[in-house]
């Protein structure tokens, strides 16, 4: 990684300008022109303070707003925002729900740093979540303005509750008291900011992330805890298992007037998983199911995420049996992705190596077991955990380069994005081999394959669906309401699809 030492704020800011960001750190420069006695002594007693910093986008913005100078970070990504398989959708203000074709790389991608230090200037990123503490209610609500150009879109609002979901880029919603988070990718948070002063309900881990990196102040992260029936404004609300990523959550409205909605956030819709939740199998009538539609194509007939993640163990395993001194890299994002890097560890019996800023995240999740497995130190894992970006040959062979106990790389790149028609099977996968370098190209997706969301929509008989992904397009809604409504239809027959047992085959001679 290119890194370069910053002697002044004034460099520092001048740096970010070279990269196109002039007209977003204009205010930045006005501060300093007004109160250049105060910049200068923040530059006195903060220059020690700042070694080798990264070149990085987010990183930099990150530093600016966490010592207090007034930049709103999402003015600055708020045209490349990632999705949360890590992906980066263009135009997001214009269009927040893009389908797969239209994500594209970009430096904008959450950032995990490789060695990075870990200065005083990042030290509230690090501080544990229950050493932040809840502040008393500000004395104004502040300014918290709609930057995207429209209104919020009706699937982002709970009919008759003055409630939406994941909608924190439309400023403040008319008639919308209580802001409701599913789970903290940057596709569902954008527009959130430190400035933002309505509650906020989520699941604890979701709140651990929106207060240590978001910096939104504690008063207003109202955490509400899983299965557990709750009241917000004469409102049941219950928080469920999403199985996406860690915090994710579906919830669960039951409105006084009889009214049932369960929105999924993100989710994978694992039988084995959600057909075992009591609440869900329980439930009676429910009025809307707002579903997460990223996969609503018969196309993706991908395989069961727990058989996706225990081909990935075998790929490895087999990968150092036959070759001792190889080091497997698992991609990743933000937050996701954990189960696949986990379980390889664990077949391997190794520790898992991760940046400083991804273990930051990681602790926000509170899994204890897990403490002893990871470590800062890529020296003593066999098992390293990088951005997907930089799963491609030329940044792999210089990691290798930088690892000289190893002599060839596994890399598992596991990505719904990554299926093919071709490859049906996961025994038909074979990684893509350039001298040391292995690139294992995995189907592995934390939303729901087109058979799961079929399961769920005929398990949960929601009176209505409403699709909450890849609605841009007129036409591909009106395909998606076709689809969903023969689903909600009495005398449906779901085609019969020949599987193969992926597990008991794919190491078979």
């Not at 080798?52 to 530093?63: A, G």
């Not at 709103?72 to 074709?101: C, F, H, K, T, Y």
């Not at 369960?262 to 819709?269: K, Y």
């Not at 009106?478 to 992926?502: C, G």
Request: hydrophobic letters at 40%; proline letters at 6%.
């Amino acid at each position: 990684m290119v890194r370069k030492t910053f002697t002044c704020l004034s460099e520092f800011v001048t740096f970010l300008k070279i990269f196109n960001l002039s007209n977003t750190l204009c205010s930045i420069n006005q501060s300093i022109g007004v109160v250049s006695g105060s910049t200068k002594q923040w530059t006195e007693q903060h220059s020690s303070q700042l070694p080798e910093l990264p070149l990085d986008l987010e990183r930099s913005v990150e530093l600016l707003v966490d010592d207090s100078l007034e930049i709103n970070r999402e003015e600055i990504l708020s045209n490349s925002v990632e999705d949360d398989d890590g992906n980066v959708v263009a135009n997001s203000e214009e269009d927040d729900d893009s389908s797969g074709d239209e994500l594209l790389s970009s430096v904008a991608d959450e950032v995990l740093l490789d060695d990075a230090p870990s200065p005083a200037i990042y030290a509230r990123l690090l501080t544990p979540p229950s050493a932040i503490p809840h502040q008393r209610k500000p004395s104004s609500a502040g300014p918290f303005k709609n930057k995207s150009g429209r209104s919020c879109p009706f699937y982002k609002i709970m009919p008759g509750s003055p409630f939406s979901v994941d909608a924190f880029q439309f400023g403040y919603i008319p008639n919308v008291k209580s802001y409701f988070l599913s789970h903290f990718h940057s596709d569902h948070y954008i527009g959130l900011t430190s400035k933002f002063q309505q509650p906020i309900y989520c699941s604890r881990i979701t709140a651990n992330l929106v207060k240590a990196k978001i910096r939104v102040d504690g008063y207003w992260v109202k955490e509400i805890p899983m299965n557990t029936p709750y009241v917000v404004d004469n409102v049941e609300l219950t928080l469920l298992d999403a199985n996406h990523c860690p915090g994710s959550c579906l919830f669960l409205f039951k409105l006084r007037d009889g009214r049932v909605y369960l929105h999924t956030g993100d989710f994978r819709a694992d039988p084995a998983v959600l057909g075992s939740d009591p609440v869900l199998k329980g439930l009676r009538e429910v009025s809307k199911l707002y579903l997460d539609t990223t996969y609503l194509d018969p196309y993706y007939e991908f395989e069961s995420q727990a058989a996706t993640v225990e081909i990935a163990a075998e790929f490895a395993l087999r990968a150092v049996q036959k070759n001792p001194r190889t080091l497997i890299v698992c991609g990743t994002y933000s937050v996701g992705k954990e189960k696949i890097f986990l379980r390889v560890a664990e077949v391997l019996k190794a520790r898992v190596a991760v940046s400083t800023a991804k273990l930051a995240l990681m602790k926000c999740f509170e899994w204890p077991e897990f403490e002893s497995v990871l470590t800062k130190d890529w020296s003593t894992a066999q098992v390293h955990v990088l951005p997907m970006r930089d799963l491609n040959v030329q940044t792999l062979t210089t990691h290798l380069h930088k690892h000289s106990k190893f002599d060839a790389i596994l890399a598992i790149v596991p990505s719904g994005w990554q299926f093919n028609k071709k490859n049906i099977s996961l025994r038909d996968i074979k990684p893509r081999v350039s001298g040391a370098i292995s690139i294992l190209g995995l189907p592995y997706s934390e939303h729901s394959s087109f058979k799961e969301l079929e399961w769920f929509v005929r398990f949960i008989k929601p009176k209505e669906v409403i699709p909450t992904v890849n609605v841009g397009n007129p036409q591909r809604r009106k395909e998606m309401d076709a689809i969903l409504k023969s689903w909600l239809d009495p005398n449906y027959r779901p085609a019969v699809m020949k599987k193969q047992n992926l597990l008991t085959t794919f190491f078979q001679p």
